[in-house]
């Protein structure tokens, strides 16, 4: 399974979009990255490809987000 942690990533660019005007976007970056990682999640195990494999004997393991603290107060859940 792979992860990442989204509220890393608003730790992380928050600051930097303070810094050049943008207050808007906190908060909203992480949860921006979520959707396009989910897109690329299934465009890759829903495509003919991945189904041609699978039915050779591949398994799929559902992709699930799990958020356990809200350590930024600016993320929109």
């Not at 959707?35 to 004997?57: D, E, G, P």
Request: charged share 25%.
């Amino acid at each position: 399974m792979a992860s990442f942690f989204l509220s890393r990533i608003d730790t992380l660019v928050d600051p930097l979009l303070e810094e050049v005007g943008l207050r808007e976007l906190k908060g909203k970056v992480a949860v921006a990255s979520a959707k396009i990682a989910y897109q690329i999640y299934k465009n890759a195990f829903h495509s003919k490809r991945f189904k041609n494999w699978k039915n050779l004997a591949g398994s799929l393991r559902n992709c699930c987000g799990r958020v356990r603290v809200r350590k930024n107060p600016h993320t929109v859940m």
